[in-house]
């Protein structure tokens, strides 16, 4: 079982290692969560009582383990810097961790946490450095999305005694495969900087470790006080949160300055997985660092290589919870014979950043290649001021060719597939509402992210979205469904 590191590969501070009975699953029979079908407004603002996540907040553990037969001191500093990063269309905050056994730095990381609406915190990925007489010896990373790693859960919106472990993070590649369970409540425990009641223990396990538990303690607006070990830990290791403080901003500069010298590393010697992903932003969502962007190869993203340069998305493919005052209605002939629209009362509605109705889903795509995109859409019975021939579309991580960013879900930047007054289906092209200008948009991450597709006039309706590589798919498709 990985040292603590509150989430980390190899040891990753302030996240938990995971806890995974072999075998264990989760209550869907999977062996991994699935994200996707979480929202994510404003994920790097992590607020979860258990686990919260204030930039510029500084953490210091001290404790043991057991290498060798011999008790040797153990160290842990975890600092949340102002830095995010993109991963598969959802901005993570970053969190810097160093780990120190016996005064000696054995292990740097940089860890992603994103915080889902309900309040659900999620680690996206982790990468660490492990060191050896001064050098690295290992850097087992795992990205969400990439060599088929998925998401896991570090903190549940509402921990509950009984209810079912969960997996932290799955990365098959490098073996990380921890799951978490929730132990105990209600607890007392005095660590160094307080005693705190109420307290919650996590049980985490790992596949590559049997038999071995570690027990996290977490109190109520700090986060994890105490590492525990139960078992047949063979690390047994103990941490007690002897410091927690809130940096100034030179020292948070300081900090910000060796998480991205640590991201430089990253790049440098992650070749298989870390050189595909995005670079961290500064807080104002600039780029910290200057790099080349990659596309990832077919073998390496955890869908099909065609996902990536075509996505393509039928009604029939989402939730309820997708959408928001739109309707699923019958529609024989459509994809699985549905189709999603809202009633026509007469109204015209408006566009965004206005909240009107709207659905949201999320599409594969590879970074540097232009995109259009087309809509099968039902042109509905005029009535009133509507027209029932309109859909505004927007995507995260979208920019232009000079890597302006458009299209934000949230702004006033949109695309516009105008359909024609004639009642009945047809393919709409999504246009640039606001020039002349070829309708391309790029994405600046290899993954995932995020579509909104939002009502321009009651009464439309739709059943297929296609975003296409622009090579592919440069006129109207001719079939009225495109096969996946």
């Known amino acids: 079982m990985r040292r603590f590191h509150i989430v980390s590969t190899a040891v990753v501070l302030f996240v938990l290692i995971m806890v995974s009975a072999c075998g264990q699953k989760t209550p869907d029979g999977s062996l991994f969560e699935d994200s996707s079908s979480e929202k994510f407004s404003t994920p790097t603002n992590v607020n979860n009582e258990w686990f919260p996540l204030r930039p510029g907040t500084r953490f210091v553990y001290t404790g043991y383990t057991v290498e060798n037969g011999e008790q040797v001191s153990h160290r842990v500093e975890l600092a949340v810097t102002d830095l995010t990063k993109v991963i598969a269309g959802v901005r993570n905050i970053v969190v810097w961790e160093l780990d120190y056994s016996a005064d000696v730095l054995v292990?740097?990381?940089?860890?992603?946490?994103?915080?889902?609406?309900?309040?659900?915190?999620?680690s996206m990925g982790q990468y660490p450095e492990e060191?050896?007489?001064?050098?690295?010896i290992d850097n087992p990373t795992w990205i969400h999305s990439l060599l088929e790693a998925k998401a896991g859960i570090v903190m549940p919106a509402k921990p509950q005694v009984g209810t079912p472990g969960y997996s932290q993070g799955w990365g098959p590649d490098v073996d990380y495969k921890d799951r978490g369970q929730v132990s105990q409540m209600g607890q007392q425990v005095c660590v160094p900087v307080d005693c705190y009641q109420n307290v919650l223990v996590i049980d985490e396990t790992s596949t590559l470790e049997p038999g071995a538990h570690q027990l996290k303690y977490y109190a109520r607006n700090v986060g994890v006080i105490r590492v525990d070990w139960k078992g047949e830990d063979q690390t047994q290791e103990t941490l007690e949160l002897v410091e927690i403080s809130q940096l100034n901003p030179e020292a948070l500069a300081q900090v910000r300055a060796s998480a991205m010298e640590l991201e430089k590393s990253a790049y440098e010697n992650s070749r298989d997985v870390y050189i595909y992903t995005s670079p961290v932003e500064y807080p104002e969502g600039t780029p910290a660092i200057t790099i080349t962007l990659v596309s990832p190869p077919a073998s390496l993203t955890s869908v099909p290589q065609g996902s990536l340069i075509e996505g393509i998305i039928y009604a029939s493919d989402?939730?309820?919870?997708d959408l928001s005052e739109l309707e699923f209605w019958d529609s024989p002939g459509s994809p699985g014979d549905k189709m999603i629209g809202l009633p026509n009362n007469g109204d015209e509605l408006?566009?965004?950043?206005?909240?009107?109705?709207?659905v949201i889903f999320h599409v594969q795509v590879q970074s540097g290649i232009p995109?259009?995109?087309?809509?099968?859409?039902k042109v509905g019975k005029p009535n009133g001021k509507s027209t029932a021939n309109l859909i505004w579309v927007q995507f995260s991580d979208a920019v232009d060719e000079v890597n302006n960013e458009l299209f934000k879900p949230g702004t006033a930047s949109y695309l516009r597939a105008q359909g024609p007054t004639k009642e009945g289906w047809s393919w709409v092209e999504c246009d640039r509402a606001d020039s002349d200008a070829e309708p391309l948009v790029y994405f600046t991450i290899n993954g995932e992210i995020i579509v909104r597709l939002q009502a321009g006039m009651e009464g439309v309706g739709f059943d297929q979205f296609v975003l296409s590589a622009k090579e592919f798919l440069e006129g109207p498709p001719t079939e009225p469904i495109i096969e996946k």
Not at 371 to 377: F, K, L, S, V
């Open 350 to 358: 408006d566009p965004p950043p206005e909240n009107d109705p709207h």
């Open 107 to 122: 292990e740097a990381e940089l860890v992603f946490y994103a915080q889902a609406d309900g309040g659900t915190v999620w």
């Open 131 to 136: 060191y050896e007489n001064g050098r690295i």
């Open 371 to 377: 995109y259009r995109c087309w809509i099968h859409m």
């Open 318 to 321: 989402l939730l309820q919870s």
